[in-house]
């Protein structure tokens, strides 16, 4: 009975020795696949950041040249104008200078082209053919073209005298207003006779109290209101 007992005691042993190893190299397994999908997740990480080096230098590539081709295309564009605009002033003042030197070097006294003969006809041949066919030209009375001339000239002055009223009115009003406006600034900016403003000059008169000086001073003011509005304007300038 001892020796089945230690029988079964190493069978036990060999047993677990077994499930041991079973286990080392399951673990060994788990291992080589876990190290395998690391490296595999190594090398896509790797191939991920390659695109996405080569993506942002190509989009950094993109926006450089077209940047640099907005600016050379401004700096084209304020050349063309410019050779544009020179191109307008040089043909303005080549055509100012040709017209002036036309009109200094021109001949008043220069005798002017006669009509051909053979043109004075064919105008006068038109001239009868026209009045042939529309009647003969009806003039207007000398006495009516004066009659007209002296309403028109009439209206004309009628005209300029209604301007000129009402010029004067607007001037009038504008003048108007700025008194207007002048007196009730004045008035705004008085003081009340029981207001007293403490000044210095007050101390170094004796002989003028302090009531007789707001007094004076409102009196002063009242007196401003009655001027032209320019003094008045004058007067708050100063």
Request: glycine share 2%.
């Amino acid at each position: 009975m001892i020796k089945s007992e230690e029988v079964e005691e190493e069978e036990e042993e060999e047993d677990d020795d077994d499930d041991d190893f079973e286990e080392c190299e399951t673990l060994t397994e788990l291992d080589d696949i876990n190290i395998l999908s690391m490296t595999r997740n190594i090398a896509n990480m790797k191939y991920y950041l390659y695109e996405l080096r080569e993506k942002s230098a190509t989009t950094i590539q993109a926006a450089w040249r077209s940047h640099r081709a907005r600016a050379r295309y401004i700096l084209v564009k304020r050349e063309l104008l410019r050779d544009k605009a020179a191109l307008v002033i040089q043909r303005a003042f080549r055509h100012w200078t040709h017209s002036k030197r036309q009109k200094t070097t021109a001949n008043l006294f220069q005798g002017f082209d006669r009509i051909r003969e053979e043109k004075l006809k064919e105008l006068q041949r038109e001239i009868k053919m026209r009045e042939l066919i529309q009647g003969p030209v009806k003039m207007t009375d000398m006495s009516r073209l004066e009659e007209t001339h002296s309403t028109v000239q009439g209206k004309l002055v009628s005209f300029y005298a209604r301007a000129s009223a009402g010029k004067s009115r607007d001037q009038a009003l504008e003048a108007k207003y700025n008194n207007m406006q002048a007196t009730a600034l004045i008035l705004q900016d008085s003081s009340s006779l029981a207001q007293n403003e403490v000044d210095l000059s007050w101390y170094y008169c004796q002989l003028l109290p302090h009531a007789t000086k707001a007094r004076l001073q409102h009196k002063q003011e009242l007196c401003n209101i009655s001027k032209p509005w320019w003094k008045k304007l004058q007067h708050d300038e100063t």
